[in-house]
């Protein structure tokens, strides 16, 4: 069964950092993409940054210049360097990984920026 971890989340103040990290159960190589969504209380679910396997990054405008993901084949893991958080930035944030039309999630993790 694929399982997707993610640890790293916490509280942090508006211009601090924070690294997420999404631990996969087999190899990283087996999704076609990889990515990080979030969701903020009363809104939708958007995807933050997203890694294909073969491919450039792609982000949310909102997070560019500010947000790396990133992954390292080895250690079946990916990442999400968060800098210069802001306020708005305050979401669970969930790894997502899909393979054909399969998709899977992590449990989620809490990023909370105070001002």
């Known amino acids: 069964q694929v399982q997707l971890v993610e640890s790293g989340g916490g509280l942090v103040q508006a211009g601090g950092s924070l690294r997420l990290s999404c631990a996969t159960s087999?190899?990283?190589?087996?999704?076609?993409?990889m990515g990080w969504y979030r969701q903020a209380p009363g809104k939708q679910r958007e995807l933050v940054a997203s890694?294909?396997?073969?491919?450039?990054?792609n982000y949310v405008d909102s997070v560019k210049g500010r947000f790396t993901i990133s992954s390292d084949n080895a250690k079946n893991t990916m990442y999400l360097q968060m800098n210069s958080l802001r306020p708005e930035d305050t979401a669970v944030y969930y790894c997502w990984g899909s393979r054909g039309t399969f998709n899977y999630w992590g449990q989620g993790t809490q990023v909370t920026v105070s001002s």
């Open positions: 087999g190899s990283i190589l087996w999704f076609n993409g």
């Open positions: 890694i294909p396997r073969a491919g450039t990054t």
